[in-house]
């Protein structure tokens, strides 16, 4: 009886070795075909990469049409530029420095703010409303908190409510109010 027994368990061996090594093998093909399957529908194709080429040639032509005169950056405070809109026809755009703003905060008193602002005007730059909105944002900065200028949250509020100022004050001609330098002190 127990030759019996060792005899059943002889021939009771799993798969074979080489048949394991075969799923394997088979399995890593289709997983690897998959694989090149996700990735050449993923990847941007040849053909469209050589379309995009000819658009980056344009850009430096329009670059040099834009270059600065030869008198040099910075000979006035009001700098042009045109872009395109929907539809591809051309806006002008006027930028316009405005003086540095010092001022206290109501609250606390001992806190101060200088600010230097540019306004982007949607065609040529009115000088006289631009020093409208520049007395017109000195007054607004003058009521602020402290505490209203905290974090990414406070400076984004009050990127918001300077250009919803501005663009009230000059019925809409100014698109946005730039910020060169903000320092609390």
Not at 61 to 73: N, V
């Amino acid at each position: 009886m127990a030759s019996t027994i060792e005899h059943q368990e002889e021939g009771k061996k799993g798969p074979s070795m080489v048949m394991l090594l075969v799923a394997y093998a088979i399995i890593t093909l289709i997983a690897g075909g998959a694989g090149f399957g996700v990735s050449a529908t993923m990847l941007k194709p040849a053909s469209m990469t050589s379309a995009a080429e000819p658009a980056a040639d344009k850009a430096p032509a329009k670059e040099a049409a834009h270059a600065p005169a030869a008198s040099g950056h910075g000979a006035e405070s009001d700098h042009v530029a045109e872009s395109e809109g929907h539809g591809g026809a051309t806006q002008k755009l006027s930028i316009v420095d405005l003086p540095s703003i010092t001022t206290n905060l109501v609250d606390p008193t001992d806190a101060w703010i200088r600010m230097e602002l540019s306004l982007v005007f949607e065609g040529d730059a009115d000088t006289m409303l631009a020093q409208e909105v520049h007395q017109d944002i000195i007054a607004y900065v003058h009521t602020m908190k402290l505490y209203n200028l905290r974090g990414g949250s406070g400076y984004q509020h009050l990127m918001e409510d300077l250009e919803e100022r501005a663009a009230i004050r000059t019925e809409g001609r100014v698109k946005r109010v730039l910020v060169r330098s903000m320092i609390l002190e």
